[in-house]
Each structure stands twice: as C-alpha cells, then as structure tokens.
C-alpha cells in the first residue's frame, strides 16, 4: 500500500509541474526569466573567458598583434630572438584580457536589476542576441573604464629583460610609424599603427566577452537543456 502511495504523491508532483510550467506567463515572469537568462548567460561568459587560456586558446576570440602590425612582425621573425618576442607579447595581450573580465560580473548584475518589464518583453520577442545587445548597451562604456586600467597594469608588467610588453611594441610600432607617415611609406601604401595597445586590447576583450555572452543567450533560446531552472524553462519554453 504505501508503495503505491508513494508513486500517487511522485505522479501528482509531476502532474503539479507539469501544470505550473504550462501556466499563463505574468509580466512579472517575464521579467525575472529575462533576468535570470542574463545572469546565467553572462555569468558563464565571464567565467569561461577568465580562466587561464580562456581567450588564448579560443582561436575565435584569440587576440593577434593589430593587422596593420603584421609588416613588423613579419621582418622581425628575421631577427633572431624576434619571433619569440611577439610569441611572448601575444600571450600577455590575451593574458592581460582574461584578468580584465573576472571584473564583469558585478557591472552586469548592475544592468540587469535595473532592467524594465518593458525591456524584458522587447527582449523576448526580439532577436535571438536582443539580450546581450541589451546588456552591451548598458555596460559597455563602464567595462571600458573598468578593463583600460587592468589591462595597462597587466601590460606595464616586465615582459622579457626588464622591458614591458607596452615598451616592446612601442619599441616597434614608434619607428615604424615614423616610416609610415613619410612620403615614401605612403607610396609604398604603409598604413601607421595604434601605437596604445591598452585601448586595442581592451575593446578586442570587450567585443569578445559580448560575443560569449551571444553565444550564451543563443543556447538559452534555443537548447532546452540549457534552461536550467522552472523560469526559464517556462519564459523561453513559450517560444517553441
């Protein structure tokens, strides 16, 4: 008797849910499913990207040496010990982004409290990136501010014989500008180089950490699997 028991009160729990899953959706679940998907999407982006090698080893996000740089790197792979220099400076410039986003989570935490319940039904039923360009549109300038001084700290380190990888690539990208912005550099069509590599590592990690995020709201949408809560499963189960 009390087996059956047992398997009545499983099947009514089941049953229960079921119900509660496939209820009308308030405006108020809106809200906190839209919420809930850009903590998690956001959470796991940062998280992914902060691990050591997180955008190093990640050939789509893996941040290269500017491309007007490439005649640099290319003559320098001649000098010897130069190949293993731009080894050593692409390494930090991923480094140096993989310290800067550990920070990102309390800024998005930020946005995503402030968000309306008009915002969350225009994120809905919006593109399949509406969230993440939701959140880039509210976080994206204090990101900036937040990963510039990271990133310059992590850059200012000593890199190879008492020189920085700032000092390196500005021992490269100074001449070779001087070069470039002569008459003959402009016939020979060399195109002069961002010489602040703080600024071009930072947006390169920024533009990464939001295409993470993209991919995260992405599997949310469409993978239910990926719905790890009853809020989630009920708000995006509604799309379908």
């Known amino acids: 008797m009390s087996v059956v028991f047992f398997a009545s009160c499983e099947d009514t729990e089941n049953i229960l849910n079921e119900l509660d899953l496939n209820k009308p959706l308030t405006s108020i679940d809106v809200s906190d499913g839209l919420k809930e998907a850009l903590t998690v999407g956001s959470k796991n982006a940062s998280d992914i990207l902060a691990l050591e090698d997180g955008f190093y080893k990640n050939e789509l996000i893996k941040i290269m040496l ?6 640099i790197t290319e003559n320098l ?12 400076v692409i390494l930090n410039l991923n480094r140096a982004a993989e310290d800067a986003v550990k920070g990102a989570a ?21 593109d399949k990136d509406a969230a993440t360009n939701y959140l880039k549109e509210k976080t994206y300038d204090q990101l900036s501010q937040q990963f510039n001084p990271i990133v310059k700290k992590s850059l200012d380190k000593d890199l190879i014989a008492g020189m ?17 912005e002569t008459l003959a550099g402009t016939l020979l069509g060399l195109e002069t180089v961002n010489t602040n590599l703080d600024e071009y590592v930072t947006n390169k990690a920024l533009d990464a950490l939001f295409v993470k995020v993209a991919q995260e709201e992405e599997l949310i949408r469409t993978d239910p699997l990926k719905r790890v809560n009853d809020i989630l499963k009920r708000v995006f189960g509604s799309l379908d």
């Open 106 to 126: 309390p800024i998005f935490a930020s946005a995503i409290t402030e968000m309306s319940i008009t915002d969350a039904f225009n994120i809905l039923n919006g």
């Open 77 to 88: 792979k001649y000098v010897p010990g130069g190949q293993g220099l731009v080894d050593k």
């Open 66 to 71: 500017p491309k007007e740089a490439q005649v």
């Open 164 to 180: 920085s990888t700032n000092e390196s690539w500005e021992s490269l990208t100074i001449p070779y500008n001087e070069v470039a």
